[in-house]
């Protein structure tokens, strides 16, 4: 007797798997003339329907994120930060005294490649004259 169809009904019906549905060999005849949802929920409520408790070890720890090349996210060097920042502060400072009419064209111009090349400007006479907010 090929009760498939039957097992499928059950499986819908319960919301389980195929695989974990038991039908007791006693009462085959009463599953097979069960045709209606409720007489699968009243097989199952009498015990001729077994729902079979899921087999297998559950996962019960996290798997460790993957970091792989493509998930770290690494910060920028910090000494190239902070030479951005020095660079900025500068570069905005010569361009402030060149606008107040303390340096001229050439020197804003030998200035600026002097903080490209990293030497501080401190020292610098122009920015001994400046005010203490520029340092």
Do not use: C, W
Not at 50 to 65: A, D, F, L, Q
Not at 76 to 92: E, P, Q, S
Not at 108 to 120: A, E, F, G, V
């Amino acid at each position: 007797m090929n009760l498939r169809k039957k097992k499928e009904l059950a499986a819908r019906i319960l919301k389980v798997g195929k695989e974990r549905i038991i039908f007791s060999q006693q009462r085959l005849n009463e599953i097979k003339e069960a045709i209606t949802k409720q007489d699968i929920r009243d097989l199952k409520r009498d015990g001729a329907i077994t729902v079979r408790e899921i087999s297998g070890r559950r996962k019960n720890v996290n798997k460790r994120k993957s970091r792989g090349p493509g998930k770290v996210k690494k910060r920028v060097n910090k000494r190239k930060r902070d030479y951005i920042v020095l660079t900025r502060k500068l570069r905005a400072h010569i361009k402030d005294l060149r606008n107040r009419g303390k340096i001229q064209q050439d020197k804003t111009d030998n200035l600026r490649k002097k903080i490209r090349n990293k030497i501080s400007l401190v020292g610098l006479p122009v920015f001994k004259k400046a005010p203490a907010t520029y340092r």
